[in-house]
Nanobody, 120 residues
Framework: VQLQASGGGLVQPGGSLRLSCAASGSFFSINDMGWYRQAPGKQRELVAGITRGGLTNYADSAKGRFTISRDNAQNTVYLQMSSLKPEDTVVYHC???????????????WGQGTQVTVSS
């Protein structure tokens, strides 16, 4: 199972970016998916999560500015980020809880991370 993240880059304060993360490989199903952020020297923290059925949750810092969504047919999760601030500058990692085989427990898989830089 591989997660391929894309969409990071440089944006001005107040701007928008859309991150994408596509899962590929052999598996039975993808359950929860999410986006995390990790600043240097700090622990990885949840930015937004979404269940297979579409229920979402957000970190307080993301509420009202970020929107997580997914396309189950494409095994892809998105993070639409708006009103970006310099403090949003960090590496974003996508995560998926993947069930490899029917009747087994899911395991967490991580994408390679994509850098978002908010600066004028």
């Amino acid at each position: 199972v591989q997660l391929q993240a894309s969409g990071g880059g440089l944006v001005q304060p107040g701007g928008s970016l859309r991150l994408s993360c596509a899962a590929s490989g052999s598996f039975f199903s993808i359950n929860d998916m999410g986006w995390y952020r990790q600043a240097p020297g700090k622990q990885r923290e949840l930015v937004a999560g979404i269940t297979r059925g579409g229920l979402t949750n957000y970190a307080d810092s993301a509420k009202g500015r970020f929107t997580i969504s997914r396309d189950n047919a494409q095994n892809t999760v998105y993070l639409q980020m708006s009103s970006l601030k310099p403090e949003d500058t960090v590496v974003y990692h996508c995560n998926a809880r993947v069930t490899r085989y029917r009747g087994t427990y899911g395991a967490d898989y991580w994408g390679q991370g994509t850098q978002v830089t908010v600066s004028s």
